[in-house]
């Protein structure tokens, strides 16, 4: 283990002259400008690893620059990859599986909710433990995409891609014709008739609430919504469908964050006061924590719950829905309410992520061609009860399956039926076939879905003034 000594003042300046923290992560503690030197497009590997031991996490099990050997590799995404094998162990296994980097134009349009694809998930169905059938679904839809435009809704099935039929022993070839621009795809719709759609891959703004509605249960008004990233529009988006059950007297609430790879931490904050009691007011919402250097120059801060957005005066319990694509600022958002709502809050799926660590985005060679934006692991949360080592996921309250044949907010889909009847009764069921699917999970299916899962997974935290 390589140890290192606390960086000098003149250390920062030199950090501060080619690095910049872009300003998009909160709307307080904003500097008023970056320093941006005079440099040229080139070898940025040497200034990765910079970043590396000034921010990372688990820099001080680093080595030094000499010995790490930066220039060495092929490029600035193999020494992210190498830095991520001086990260603890956790069952043989390093920790970091979060680290990456990308060229920044990618960055900016993943933080500005803008993408390029054909505004779709793809995900294999299974109903249950003995199913092994080639089901595949469409999992959800971005209303401003190719995919939204014309019509497609989560639940289709596809039959087709390009004439290869959609199953597992074609997974590679699928995957291959997704990296396409264009793609004709056949589906079955739930009405059962044959389509075959065109669907081609463009840029477009992402809808943040895929879906929001008020569902009547036997009395009880229950806000549902379906919330699928932390950026963009997405405080706009949560805060209108709060109006709405706000309007309509909703007492109860779903949150479903089941493909939610995260995102802005301000967001998650926001959601965070919309869903906490007024016994959390003022209280402490989480700290985090950085590595000894961070900590020495005063990065750790603690979050209090603010309260003072719009909210349910009548709010009794709140349903999580998640599964292993609920991650980073969605399992935040899990993580700081529990101390608060205790037996009043659920989690009904299956295992999250398990990341509770965020990023500082912090780009290299800004206003170049060859800007690249590191997001390395920088700072982990913790909640007001000392919740914060959730590396290998949250397990649900409730096992129940993901049912692709049903929309978002179909009282009867697997998973939303599981937490209603809890909020109605206060039971959550231990013995369907929905379960035991979830339970024993199918190896070829899990494998050709995380193939398929291409989806952001990360906490961006705020900026800092320093």
């Known amino acids: 283990m390589f140890m290192k000594s606390k960086r000098s003042p003149s250390f920062w300046i030199i950090v501060a002259s080619f690095l910049a923290i872009p300003a998009i992560l909160t709307t307080s503690c904003k500097k008023s400008s970056d320093p941006v030197p005079k440099v040229t497009p080139g070898d940025v590997r040497d200034s990765v690893y910079l970043v590396a031991e000034t921010f990372y996490l688990w820099t001080d099990n680093l080595p030094s620059e000499d010995v790490f050997k930066a220039k060495s590799l092929a490029g600035p995404d193999e020494v992210i990859e190498?830095?991520?094998?001086?990260?603890?162990?956790?069952?043989?296994?390093?920790?970091?599986?979060?680290?990456?980097?990308?060229?920044?134009?990618?960055?900016?349009?993943?933080?500005?909710?803008?993408?390029?694809?054909?505004?779709?998930?793809?995900?294999?169905?299974?109903?249950?433990?003995?199913?092994?059938?080639?089901?595949?679904?469409?999992?959800?839809?971005?209303?401003?995409?190719s995919a939204g435009i014309q019509g497609v809704a989560r639940g289709w099935r596809i039959l087709s891609i390009n004439g290869i039929t959609?199953?597992?022993?074609?997974?590679?070839?699928?995957?291959?014709?997704?990296?396409?621009?264009?793609?004709?795809?056949?589906?079955k719709t739930p009405a059962n008739t044959n389509q075959t759609i065109t669907l081609?891959?463009?840029?477009?703004?992402?809808?943040?609430?895929?879906?929001?509605?008020?569902?009547?249960?036997?009395?009880?008004?229950v806000g549902y919504i379906m919330f699928n990233t932390f950026?963009?529009?997405?405080i706009q988006e949560i805060d209108a469908a709060f109006a709405d059950f706000v309007a309509q007297n909703v007492t109860d609430v779903v949150v479903d964050l089941r493909y939610n790879g995260g995102g802005r931490v301000d967001i998650a904050e926001h959601f965070a006061d919309l869903l906490a009691p007024a016994?959390?007011?003022?209280?402490?919402?989480?700290?985090?924590?950085?590595?000894?250097?961070?900590?020495?120059?005063?990065?750790?801060?603690?979050?209090?719950?603010?309260?003072?957005?719009?909210?349910?005066?009548?709010?009794?319990?709140?349903?999580?829905?998640?599964?292993?694509?609920?991650?980073?600022?969605?399992?935040?958002?899990?993580?700081?309410?529990?101390?608060?709502?205790?037996?009043?809050q659920k989690l009904f799926g299956s295992t999250t992520y398990g990341k509770p660590v965020g990023f500082y985005p912090i780009t290299i060679n800004r206003g170049l061609s060859d800007a690249y934006t590191t997001l390395i692991v920088a700072v982990k949360s913790t909640n007001s009860v000392g919740t914060s080592d959730y590396f290998q996921g949250f397990n649900p309250d409730g096992l129940a399956n993901d049912d692709?044949?049903?929309?978002?907010?179909?009282?009867?889909?697997?998973?939303?039926?599981?937490?209603?009847?809890?909020?109605?009764?206060?039971?959550?069921?231990?013995?369907?076939?929905?379960?035991?699917?979830?339970?024993?999970?199918?190896?070829?299916?899990?494998?050709?879905?995380?193939?398929?899962?291409?989806?952001?997974?990360?906490?961006?935290?705020?900026?800092?003034?320093?």
Request: aromatic share 10%.
């Open 166 to 187: 959609a199953n597992t022993d074609n997974i590679n070839a699928l995957n291959t014709a997704l990296n396409q621009n264009s793609i004709s795809v056949q589906f």
């Open 231 to 234: 950026f963009a529009t997405a």
């Open 279 to 344: 016994a959390a007011k003022s209280k402490l919402m989480y700290t985090d924590q950085h590595n000894t250097l961070l900590t020495s120059e005063g990065w750790n801060e603690s979050v209090p719950f603010d309260n003072s957005a719009q909210k349910l005066p009548g709010l009794s319990k709140v349903a999580f829905i998640g599964t292993s694509g609920t991650a980073s600022a969605s399992e935040l958002l899990i993580n700081v309410l529990k101390p608060y709502l205790g037996e009043n």
């Open 404 to 466: 692709l044949t049903k929309d978002f907010g179909d009282p009867e889909e697997g998973s939303l039926k599981a937490a209603l009847t809890w909020i109605q009764n206060g039971t959550i069921s231990t013995s369907t076939v929905a379960t035991e699917s979830v339970a024993r999970p199918s190896p070829v299916i899990e494998s050709a879905n995380a193939k398929f899962d291409r989806s952001f997974k990360g906490s961006i935290f705020k900026e800092k003034k320093h």
């Open 200 to 221: 081609t891959s463009g840029s477009y703004s992402v809808n943040t609430v895929i879906k929001s509605s008020v569902i009547d249960l036997g009395g009880k008004k």
């Open 82 to 145: 190498k830095v991520k094998t001086y990260s603890p162990l956790l069952n043989g296994k390093h920790l970091d599986r979060y680290s990456f980097g990308l060229p920044k134009a990618d960055w900016d349009n993943i933080s500005n909710g803008n993408e390029s694809d054909f505004g779709c998930g793809f995900k294999f169905n299974r109903a249950s433990s003995g199913d092994y059938s080639d089901d595949l679904r469409i999992s959800y839809v971005y209303k401003n995409s």
